[in-house]
């Protein structure tokens, strides 16, 4: 049995991550915080404690693995932290892929992450600029987590969903690096979870940037 890691796997992706790729047959490693819950119980999901400051804990969690999804960020609401970590956890998992010799990656971040996108029209663009300006720091920190998979010379994949929404999906969706996005793009997690986990054995995107809408 092919063994995945996902970090960020207690987060709402990362659970859908983690429960259909252990249902897909992978034996799932769920990187966790100490003390976090991870909600899911599910056959072939082992729950790995650790901190993405710690080198040892990463190459823990990543030894034997073939394939590495991070579908980390900063929470909302309650809670919620504004001390950016997404480029520096990242940039963490990649050394330590490096260290061990492993190769594929799955990173998402989102259609409103970095530069120079003219697909995602003014609407997006619109958003971006208004997020830039409420919380920079937080903005910087996930332009640089784009920018630390693109020059980690890995086989990446960086997945970019516009507005993931709660409906039911649909088992299909539209994926580009130039997929045109507008006022109603969106796609359910479900479909958006679907994506990630086929393209790590289907490497389409493998070095791409790529957009994923429903």
Not at 95 to 115: H, P, S, Y
Not at 126 to 150: C, F, H, M, N
Not at 173 to 184: I, N, Q, V, Y
Request: net charge positive; glycine share 12%; aromatic share 6%.
């Amino acid at each position: 049995m092919r063994t995945l890691v996902v970090f960020g796997a207690t987060g709402k992706t990362g659970l859908e991550v983690t429960g259909r790729a252990a249902a897909e047959g992978w034996a799932v490693r769920a990187f966790c915080r100490p003390g976090s819950a991870l909600r899911i119980a599910a056959a072939g999901v082992e729950r790995v404690e650790g901190f993405l400051d710690s080198p040892e804990d990463v190459r823990r969690a990543l030894r034997g693995s073939e394939a590495t999804v991070i579908v980390f960020g900063h929470r909302r609401g309650a809670g919620s932290s504004e001390v950016p970590f997404c480029a520096r956890g990242t940039r963490a998992v990649i050394d330590g892929m490096k260290d061990l010799g492993l190769r594929r990656l799955i990173c998402q971040t989102g259609a409103m992450v970095g530069a120079d996108y003219p697909n995602r029209g003014s609407f997006y663009e619109g958003l971006r600029k208004k997020y830039a300006a409420a919380s920079p720091a937080l903005a910087s920190d996930r332009d640089e987590q784009e920018r630390t998979v693109i020059g980690s010379g890995l086989d990446w994949t960086v997945v970019k969903p516009p507005r993931i929404s709660e409906g039911r999906g649909k088992g299909r969706w539209k994926a580009a690096p130039d997929l045109r996005l507008g006022l109603l793009s969106a796609i359910p997690v479900s479909d958006l979870v679907a994506f990630i986990v086929r393209e790590i054995d289907a490497k389409e995107h493998v070095r791409r940037c790529v957009f994923v809408s429903a």
